[in-house]
């Protein structure tokens, strides 16, 4: 893992020595990215610079170095990311005559690209990766990024020039780059808590969608008109193909294919050259993947949870209880308001452009302290995605029909009683009768998900309803002045998949949006920031093949979600031990923001501030402040998606 950075320049930066000094510049800006080693290559009479710093993870020795000459001297790249299956893509090489000075996966990369071409390379990749490709010949630069967008990936045209970058910071070094927010992209971020890709915080800034490649030329850089990136891999077409051929076997069946498929992907996971661990929350996912890893160890693997004092964002205990049925060598951290006040201020750093998934927080957490230990961690991100695992996929189709069929003036009515009382009211309410009838199916934060319910109802249609499931500010448009909300739900695409079935529609909008742009950039940025090299089983592409060609029935079935995860991990762990409500890797931030954060928030949410340069309106984010400290609404991911743009707007400079 590592950070990459670079740029093309035909005019303006003379010199091998100027040319250095810029690639230096910007390949320091991600040199938390790869704590290792930095390497720059550039041409003079191109105009071309690329930067690379190193997180060595395979081949710790020179050979490994970046950026890396093709064996011919065609290409030169510099790479971010693992291959995994490039052992395996290396042996066949090599029986058709390649030779090979190093044992990394870069170098096969490279030799795959100069035997087959880019695009059907990539193709024959098993991976995560963001790279930037030079080619001598034709005299062409390649952005390429992996099937799910694991590894991210900016770019932007300057004048005469063109940068890219693992982040933003990169492109920042660059002395021709225009730091000017978008405030078309301020306000998709205020409703997604994020910038879905391929829009970026600053005007001209793109970045490189999932599964996609970018080739640029002299011609691209003289008229300034930068092509569309074009797909070698399609989410799209993975869960068309599916649906089209679906798994004919048994429920048994199926678990017995994604245990194979899914150990065969952790096991390519745990190839490493340096410590290696695995986060545990103790929910399923991160559950099912500790435990495959296990049976493949003859020695306990490293796990690492984090906990929290409140009980109901808890999960550590649970943890704990998965980790000593397997035999782990397990680490846990509870977390303090005192913590969070010490991380708040890195996290503008942390995630160069504004993102505001409060779960940042104990990710980061988590990420730290696994590196103490360990230098690659893999995840249970994913499973949620591919298995049918969030709450909404339960419940979508039955929401959905309530919306399009009950009348507007009843659903009204409706959604003003359940926002009557505030949502600690209907949590007291809900706790005094669970109290008459058990605990077994308790759920947490009843009273947010009453009042989530209420914003729900009053969508028009499925589309709409999927759309306010995302939203952090139901009206973004009305907190930016100037600005108009491209269309999108969340990912590059602005059509809708019709598929026929809300749920399915709704599960390939998260692969392609809420994943690449959320969960992946929280993981992501946060393990980066500590120098460690986080993995994703779940997201290995045969698992997602598999997933597609399963019936819902086989994922949703009986009301349960995930149940061939559920089935494939009771045959590792009791199932005493995992079954319970869904709790996700939340934190008590609204309780926060009144109590320990709350001048922090107040500073950052004044009138004066939130005016600056009138560029947000401070009426309705304060009017939202003011009935959060009052406790009449919980607005914590909105004020939060206000709060990390102001911190990150402070640090930025901008």
């Given amino acids: 893992m590592c950070g990459i950075a670079g740029f093309w320049s035909l005019a303006g930066i003379e010199g091998e020595t100027a040319l ?11 040199a938390h990215r790869g704590p290792d080693g930095d390497g720059v290559w550039v041409d003079p009479e191109i105009g071309i610079g690329l930067a690379h710093r190193r997180l060595a993870i395979i081949d710790l020795k020179e050979t490994g170095h970046q950026p890396m000459s093709s064996t011919t001297g065609r290409y030169v790249i510099s790479y971010n990311g693992e291959i995994y299956n490039y052992p395996e893509l290396r042996l066949e090489l090599e029986k058709s005559g390649v030779a090979f000075r190093g044992t990394s996966d870069t170098e096969v990369l490279l030799a795959l690209v100069e035997r087959y071409g880019l695009a059907p390379a990539l193709k024959r990749t098993n991976g995560m990766f963001a790279f930037a490709l030079w080619d001598r010949e034709t005299q062409s630069l390649s952005l390429a990024r992996d099937r799910y967008g694991q590894k991210p990936l900016y770019y932007a045209l300057l004048p005469g020039g063109f940068a890219f970058g ?70 799209e077409q993975i869960a068309r193909d599916g649906l089209a051929t679906p798994f004919t076997g048994t429920a048994d069946d199926a678990v017995d294919e994604l245990d194979r498929l899914l150990g065969a992907a952790v096991e390519r996971c745990m190839v490493s050259d340096v410590p290696l661990g695995a986060f545990l929350s103790g929910g399923l996912d991160s559950s099912a993947i500790v435990a495959l890893m296990q049976a493949r160890s003859s020695n306990p693997i490293r796990t690492f949870s984090i906990g929290f004092h409140e009980a109901q964002y808890n999960e550590a205990k649970y943890a704990a209880a998965v980790a000593a049925h397997l035999g782990t060598a397990h680490t846990e951290l ?138 952090q500010w139901n009206d973004p448009g009305a907190l930016v002045t100037g600005a108009a909300e491209p269309r999108s739900y969340g990912g590059a695409s602005t059509d809708w998949p019709n598929l026929d079935d809300f749920t399915q529609e709704m599960l390939l909008l998260d692969t392609t949006g809420y994943l690449p742009n959320d969960i992946l950039v929280k993981f992501d940025r946060a393990a980066m920031a500590v120098g460690l090299e986080g993995r994703v089983p779940f997201l290995d592409h045969t698992i997602g093949a598999f997933a597609w060609s399963l019936p819902l029935s086989m ?27 869904k709790m996700g890797f939340g934190v008590p931030i609204g309780r926060w923001l009144r109590t320990d954060l709350r001048d922090w928030a107040e500073a950052l949410l004044s009138t004066d501030s939130l005016g600056r340069d009138d560029l947000l309106n401070p009426v309705p984010i304060r009017k ?21 743009f102001q911190a990150w707007r402070e640090h930025a400079g901008v």
Avoid: C
Wanted: charge should be positive; proline fraction near 7%.
């Fill in 166 to 235: 693992s982040e933003l910071s990169a492109l920042r070094a660059h002395p021709d780059f225009v730091a000017e927010i978008d405030r078309d992209a301020l306000v998709m971020y205020l409703r997604f808590g994020n910038v879905p890709a391929p829009h970026a915080i600053f005007r001209k800034t793109h970045k490189l969608v999932a599964g996609t490649t970018l080739t640029i030329d002299i011609k691209t850089l003289k008229t300034g008109q930068v092509t569309t990136p074009q797909p070698y891999w399609s989410a």
């Fill in 20 to 30: 250095q000094r810029v690639a230096n510049a910007m390949g320091l800006a991600v």
């Fill in 624 to 644: 939202a402040w003011d009935e959060h400290l009052s406790g009449r609404r919980n607005w914590e991911h909105r004020l939060w998606a206000v709060l990390m």
């Fill in 334 to 471: 509870y977390v303090t308001p005192e913590d969070v006040q010490g991380v708040i201020p890195k996290i503008p750093e942390i995630y160069d452009e504004p993102f505001a998934d409060s779960s940042q927080i104990p990710t980061f957490l988590v990420s730290q302290l696994a590196r103490e230990s360990v230098t690659v961690s893999l995840s249970g991100d994913a499973g949620d995605e591919q298995f049918v695992g969030y709450n909404r996929y339960a419940w979508g189709n039955r929401i959905g029909g309530i919306v399009e069929t009950l009348p507007g003036p009843v659903r009204k009515l409706a959604t003003g009683m359940m926002r009557a009382a505030p949502p600690q009211v209907w949590d007291k309410i809900y706790n005094t009768t669970l109290g008459r009838h058990g605990t077994k199916d308790r759920q947490v934060q009843v009273g947010h998900k009453i009042h989530k319910l209420a914003e729900l109802l009053r969508a028009p249609d499925r589309h709409a309803l999927y759309l306010e499931l995302l939203s």
């Fill in 555 to 581: 994922k949703l079935r009986d009301g349960a979600t995930k149940w061939p995860v559920r089935k494939l991990l009771e045959r590792y762990v009791p199932r005493e031990l995992i079954e319970r409500p």
